[in-house]
């Protein structure tokens, strides 16, 4: 019953590889979020998406590209893997209330090693 | 734009005593403020938030939180700090006027709470 969900847990890969990391909610939320965190543990935003449509694009290289088949699910696929790509991808989900101060539920993350 | 200020890496605190995690915030409106924890090699857990009304949070695990406008800090508190408690605790902001609901996260503040 994982409210947030996502595999691969771990994700050992050599550079230049093209990998994805999949994400599932079960809470009914309609507003989904990928973020990264580097290696000093600094968080930040990559994408969001409501409905199914990309409403948060931050400067992310254009290797990344989020997919979104339905409101259940938001997957990441990267191209041409770099060592810098290295780091935790999380994934959150929330309502889409228009008031803004809606919860976000965090994934267990996914640990992304690019050798 | 909005941030977030986590003024200390560490905080170091006796089980038992008290323990104050600060934040500080910087929004161009009024904000919502988010208190999540991360265990190692978790994801992260929602503690409390502040949307309005009383300034005094309280949320998960005995952890309360104030929101100062006139000093804008939101920070995190517990009257006596358990050994479990060690972790890395992430104060985040998002600000109301923009309606931008991705998550601007600080730099992190890690616990450790000595038995």
């Known amino acids: 019953d994982t409210a947030v969900s996502q595999t691969p847990k771990y994700l050992v890969t050599q550079m230049g590889n093209d990998k994805s990391i999949k994400c599932e909610q079960n809470l009914g939320h309609d507003t989904m979020y990928w973020y990264k965190q580097d290696s000093k543990k600094f968080l930040k935003i990559m994408f969001s998406y409501n409905n199914k449509e990309l409403i948060i694009n931050e400067t992310v290289p254009n290797r990344f590209s989020p997919k979104s088949p339905d409101k259940a699910h938001l997957n990441l696929h990267i191209n041409s893997l770099e060592l810098g790509d290295s780091a935790v991808y999380f994934c959150?989900?929330?309502?889409?209330?228009?008031?803004?101060?809606?919860?976000?539920?965090f994934g267990p993350g996914t640990r992304l090693l690019v050798l | 734009a909005q941030s977030v200020a986590q003024p200390e890496d560490q905080v170091n605190v006796a089980e038992g005593n008290p323990l104050t995690v600060k934040c500080t915030y910087s929004?161009?409106?009024?904000?919502?403020l988010f208190w999540y924890v991360q265990y190692p090699n978790r994801g992260l857990q929602f503690l409390l938030k502040y949307i309005t009304g009383d300034n005094l949070v309280k949320g998960s695990y005995g952890f309360e939180a104030e929101f100062n406008k006139s000093q804008t800090s939101f920070h995190l508190k517990k009257p006596s700090a358990l050994v479990s408690d060690s972790a890395l605790y992430f104060c985040?902001?998002?600000?109301?006027?923009?309606?931008?609901?991705?998550?601007?996260f600080g730099s992190g503040t890690r616990l450790q709470v000595q038995p």
């Open positions: 929004v161009s409106g009024n904000p919502y």
């Open positions: 959150a989900s929330s309502h889409g209330l228009a008031g803004g101060g809606e919860t976000q539920y």
């Open positions: 985040a902001v998002r600000d109301i006027r923009t309606g931008r609901r991705a998550l601007t």
